[in-house]
């Protein structure tokens, strides 16, 4: 018996329809201005790189709570959906 092949998805569409969301989420963190000290470097304690100010790192540290949050949901799913 022969396998159907499944072309790979196109992320495009997605891309296209997240992107103006993830513009709007991180402009007011970008519009936040020097004097309220994000704009400072911070220590290579605080974050992966020591250039790194600290507007990226929220916005560094926001994405990767979606990520995760992302694949807690998938697992709760995957879970949920087992035969019993």
């Known amino acids: 018996m022969q396998q159907a092949t499944v072309p790979p998805p196109d992320g495009g569409p997605i891309i296209a329809q997240t992107a103006p969301t993830v513009a709007a989420g991180d402009g007011p963190v970008m519009s936040v201005g020097v004097s309220d000290g994000l704009a ?11 250039d790194m100010v ?31």
């Open 40 to 50: 400072n470097s911070l220590s290579t304690a605080l974050g992966p790189d020591p």
């Open 54 to 84: 600290g507007k990226a790192l929220i916005l560094h540290i926001n994405r990767e709570v979606i990520h995760h949050g992302a694949e807690i949901a998938l697992l709760r799913d995957l879970f949920q959906a087992q035969p019993r």
